[in-house]
């Protein structure tokens, strides 16, 4: 059944918050072999997204008899807000990701957390830039791209993208076009490979510091934003270091589609330390958390469910209500300051200085 489609303007519509909503799928686009964008509106109306670009959002994904959340930057601008996009690539061994290409289409509805993250030009702004991805790490580059487009088209932007082949390259041909349309806007590819038939006239291998400067000779005057595999990243990290670039001006943003496992914590003061109590005032039930260990970890040995999708106090999954006590919580950005002063905490990295009461 589709919504009604009376107009308003967007000053007459409310934005769709950070907290937990519903998204309904509204498209399924392939980009390349095993990319597919998926585009999604708010499943109420009268609402319209506010984030900034580059920033990303946490899916549930009903994969089986337990649900699974996958993180996944936002691919789209939030210049046209009435939509936001995730563009996506399925691993050999992916989950959630195989499950949205073989199950999630127009008309289905998913949970949905964020927009969060701090990797976007609005945080840092420089005077002129450098985007280096690889694979399907373009997307926030992707998006800050098409947000700069649209508000400002005569920004000065290099865009350098490594693929494993021509027919790999996402976003190619709107990439090209940006190239034909925004006056300041250079794009250069590297691909490792051509397939037999293939015709190909860029560069070729792996990127190097010689080919970052022969793409964007002035690197070292602009603010660089780098996303895509670790050993990818590594390797820019050293070229640009190794050429005197002021690493104040780098930026990263680690591609992790699966959440790592959730580390044992020793306690950082032995002998006198002893467990506390961790309540859970919505199950009802309780758990003894030793020293050092997480609200996260307590919530799992007494069977009450958290969702948690990065693990590392970045996606702002697992965030609960403290109804009482004191954590000590070091996150990555995964939460705002004003749900800290509401009394929100990230389960995932709030380790409990006494007894707890969560709301869970």
């Known amino acids: 059944m589709t919504k009604s489609a009376t107009y308003k303007h967007v000053d007459e519509m409310r934005p769709w918050s950070d907290r937990e909503h519903r998204l ?9 072999p095993d990319v597919m964008t998926f585009t999604f509106r708010p499943d109420r109306p009268g609402l319209w997204f506010r984030y900034l670009p580059g920033q990303f959002v946490t899916l549930e994904l009903p994969v089986g008899p337990e649900p699974v959340l996958r993180t996944y930057t936002l691919s789209s601008s939030p210049s046209r807000p009435y939509t936001v996009a995730v563009t996506v690539k399925a691993q050999k061994d992916s989950i959630g990701t195989r499950w949205m290409f073989d199950n999630l289409k127009p008309g289905m509805t998913l949970k949905a957390i964020g927009a969060l993250g701090d990797f976007s030009y609005a945080k840092h702004p420089g005077r002129k830039y450098l985007f280096i991805s690889a694979g399907s790490g373009i997307t926030p580059m992707m998006s800050m791209s098409r947000d700069m487009g649209d508000r400002s088209p005569d920004s000065d932007i290099a865009f350098l993208h490594c693929a494993r082949s021509p027919d790999d390259i996402i976003f190619r041909w709107e990439l090209e076009a940006k190239a034909r349309d925004m006056p300041h806007f250079t794009l250069g590819f590297i691909i490792e490979q051509l397939g037999r038939g293939q015709l190909w006239s860029g560069l070729k291998g792996r990127i190097d510091k010689a080919k970052i400067a022969l793409l964007a000779p002035d690197f070292l005057e602009r603010t660089v934003f780098c996303c895509g595999p670790e050993p990818f990243m590594a390797t820019v990290r050293e070229s640009l270091s190794g050429a005197g670039f002021d690493m104040a001006q780098y930026h990263e943003e680690t ?3 699966v959440a790592p496992e959730l580390p044992v914590v020793v306690a950082e003061h ?4 002893k467990p506390v109590r961790v309540s859970f005032s919505m199950s009802g039930k309780q758990a003894q958390c030793e020293p050092g260990f997480t609200i996260l970890q307590a919530a ?3 069977g009450v469910r958290i969702g948690a999708a990065c693990e590392s106090g970045l996606c702002g999954t697992c965030r609960v209500m403290k109804l009482s006590g004191d954590v000590e919580m070091n996150h990555n950005g995964g939460i705002l300051d004003d749900e800290i002063d509401e009394g929100y905490i990230l389960a995932c990295c709030s380790r409990p200085k006494g007894d707890v009461e969560i709301e869970a």
């Open 24 to 32: 309904e799928c509204v498209a399924v686009t392939p980009e390349a």
């Open 255 to 257: 591609f992790q589609p």
């Open 270 to 273: 032995a002998g006198d330390a």
């Open 300 to 302: 799992r040995s007494a």
